[in-house]
């Protein structure tokens, strides 16, 4: 009886390692981002090691459909140009399924990019095999990375989702301006406020 509940459990903890082993976990502030190389809508591939001379990065989860998502399109597209200049790379990156979310699919991002002018690249996630490496949940999500792709801060833009003119604290920005005077930004964590990243079923 020993012999065969020694048996059970054994087996047990291979099937249990077998399917999990492989699943991915949410990155946490301190961790490193692994690279990726996503098409954008340009047809262009673009990776973090494209950007020798990045300071850090700017990774934006985010996409056509979502409410909360296109009220912060013109604050990221703003973003993107204001700290190229000082060298932080915005990516954004669509996670959704096309087929779960016909609004996001491929050549919906293109319309919408030259729609709105955007000044980053777009790329999507295809295969939705990024996102759940970052542990991004909502749309938008945030997570600043430095010139070494080790994460920083994690969370939503500011906290104001339906007026940049009300926005009182500016949590990515300052975020920023903590790696650029050497300190740990506070608070390095808040919570993304968006739509939930539509799967295939």
């Keep these: 009886m020993k012999i065969l509940s020694a048996l059970l459990l ?9 399917f999990t082993s ?25 990776s973090m090691s494209d950007y020798k001379s990045a300071k850090g990065f700017i990774v934006v989860f985010t996409c056509n459909h979502c409410p909360f998502a296109k009220k912060y399109e013109d ?24 087929v779960a979310e016909p609004a996001d699919s491929f050549d919906m991002m293109k319309v919408r990019a030259k729609e709105k002018g955007f000044a980053f690249p777009y790329l999507l996630d295809e295969g939705q095999k990024i996102f759940p490496q970052y542990g991004a949940t909502k749309t938008p999500h945030v997570f600043l990375l430095d010139k070494n792709r080790i994460v920083k801060y994690i969370g939503a833009i500011d906290d104001n989702v339906d007026s ?27 919570k993304a406020i968006g739509c939930s990243i539509k799967v295939k079923k």
């Design 10 to 18: 054994f087996v047990s903890v291979i099937f249990t390692t077998a």
């Design 22 to 46: 492989n699943v991915p976990t949410a990155y946490k502030i301190g961790d490193t981002a692994t690279d990726f190389k996503l098409k954008s809508v340009d047809g262009k591939m673009y």
């Design 75 to 98: 604050r990221i597209n703003d973003l993107a140009k204001k700290y190229k200049s000082k060298g932080y790379i915005l990516l954004a990156i669509n996670p959704n399924d096309p």
């Design 164 to 190: 940049a003119a009300d926005v009182k604290e500016k949590y990515l920005e300052n975020a920023i301006a903590a790696l650029e005077s050497g300190k740990t930004p506070s608070p390095e964590t808040t």
